[in-house]
């Protein structure tokens, strides 16, 4: 008998070779799937390994009768039906840390992107302007930065801020408080990070509490002219209330990697704007980090289905 691992996604290579290598495990790698083809394929899939263009729903793991794992390359699980996962005995795992710093770095790129106009900058000359006075920026130096969710991703991001000589402090309701002080960061309650913060970066996941929590109201208790940077998850804003503050200049600027719906439609509300700076979900997308996920990712299946070993678990209620 040999366990099918499907990797309906583009994974890196030492993944599948090291899926190959196994005794016991026949692998298929075509790539990214479209989702009918998809659908097919995971009909006598015993695993799959996914990044987060690949919709695990309902539709999709009932489809599945034969299988038993999920193992996501990446962070965020919220493409995967947790419950009916769960309901199924379909063990889900994740890699938390394999995209920590790629995933800080490209925030703070976003950040130093927003504080000195860079794309605007970039685009104007490409486009044959000569714009030097249009984009003054301000310096990171001596400015608050508010940090909310202070997990792995935005520790890395305070210790990188705090290089720059920027006043870091956080919100973290769940964070043990000796982790923020470990690094110096203080935890305080969301309205006073918010009524500080020159610079607010959101590294939480979504959940019915943080939901649209950048919306009309959050933003009226930020600092005028606060600058707003999102590479965690779109659904924690609300894109048109932040359009409107960024229309009227309540809120300065807004840099994002990510949003509700992944391609966005074209006409999204916050695509295009002269003070917003996009890019498309790439914070984890390096070769570093895509080499150490999908190693990560494989290696996890590969030992739940030859040694019923179960590591970083998302459901542990599937386990015995
Ligand atoms: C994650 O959740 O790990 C990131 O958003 C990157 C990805 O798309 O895998």
Redesign the pocket.
Known sequence: MSFHVLVPDNVHQKAIDLLEASDGIRVTAPGKLERADLLVAVADAHALII???VMADVELLAGAPQLKAIA?????VDNIDLAAATDRGILVMNTPGG?TIS?AEHTFGLMIALSRHISQGHQSLAEGRWDRKLFSGVELKGKTLGIIGLGRIGQAIATRAQAFEMTVIAHDPYLPPAVAEAISVPLLPLAEVYARSDFLSFHAMVTDETRGMVNTDSIARMKDGVRIINAARGALINSADLAEALKNGVVAGAALD?YEREPPPADHPLIGLPNVVHTP?L??STSDAQVT?AVEAAQLIVDYLLEGKADNVCNPAVLP
Request: cysteine-free; overall charge positive.
């Open positions: 990044r987060s263009g996501r390359a990446g962070v965020g995209n995933t990510v979900h914070a984890a996920v």
